[in-house]
């Protein structure tokens, strides 16, 4: 079946450095959803991209659909301690949304 | 609006007793979606309905069991628990649509564990 693979798995970063994640899958995906979740909390959606090459920002953060629909990304942008948590990429499968294993990101002050 | 609602937040279960988890919505979202999540994994799909009264098998099913006999409202059913069912459930709802997919709403989570 259809599985989506996130790297890194963690990423620990002093705050104001940047941070990237990346989402990538066997086959061509139709769309890509991301998603938050703050630690205790639940999943919390940011943003779907749809199309081949699409870029779209959110303040600090920068999402990218890749050309072939098969891999994605997210990056921030001097992160701060606001953005600890783990983000999930995720793809639908008809009607079934599969996530990513999440990568888990911690910043210290 | 409420949004997604689960209840109870957390419950501890003997191996072997029963439980029901509720999740209700109150955005007349056709979609509904029970997942667990073990500590330092994603999100595993249990079960799901594409609308009232029906119901999907999803990831890992077994063990559980699910209902959907209101629009707003989704069950999850353990039959007879066990150690490995330990984990925290999330329920979700989304719109459908025929041309574009849509994102999913989350509720707070019930936090099981069972010994």
């Known amino acids: 079946g259809q599985q989506v693979m996130q790297i890194p798995q963690y990423q620990h970063v002093q705050e104001g450095e940047d941070f990237t994640t990346y989402c990538n899958s066997s086959?061509?995906?139709?769309?890509i959803q991301w998603y938050k979740q703050r630690p205790g909390g639940h999943p919390v959606f940011l943003i779907q991209l749809v199309k081949s090459g699409e870029v779209k920002k959110q303040k600090r953060l920068t999402f990218q659909f890749g050309e072939a629909k098969k891999n994605s990304s997210l990056h921030i942008t001097a992160t701060q301690t606001t953005d600890v948590g783990t983000y999930f990429c995720a793809a639908y499968n008809t009607d079934k949304l599969i996530f990513g294993t999440g990568t888990r990101l911690q910043v210290f002050p | 609006n409420a949004g997604v609602t689960q209840t109870p937040k957390f419950r501890v279960l003997k191996t072997g007793q029963s439980m029901t988890l509720l999740c209700a919505q109150d955005?007349?979202?056709?979609?509904m979606y029970w997942y667990r999540q073990d500590p330092g994994m994603g999100l595993r799909l249990i079960h799901y309905s594409v609308g009232e009264g029906t119901t999907a098998k999803g990831e890992v099913p077994d063990g559980y069991n699910v209902s959907r006999l209101k629009k707003q409202n989704f069950l999850l059913g353990l039959e007879s628990a066990a150690p490995s069912q330990t984990s925290v459930y999330f329920c979700a709802s989304s719109y459908w649509g025929r041309v574009r997919s849509y994102e999913q709403y989350f509720g707070p989570g019930t936090r099981l564990t069972v010994t």
């Open positions: 086959t061509t995906l139709s769309n």
């Open positions: 955005m007349n979202h056709e979609y």
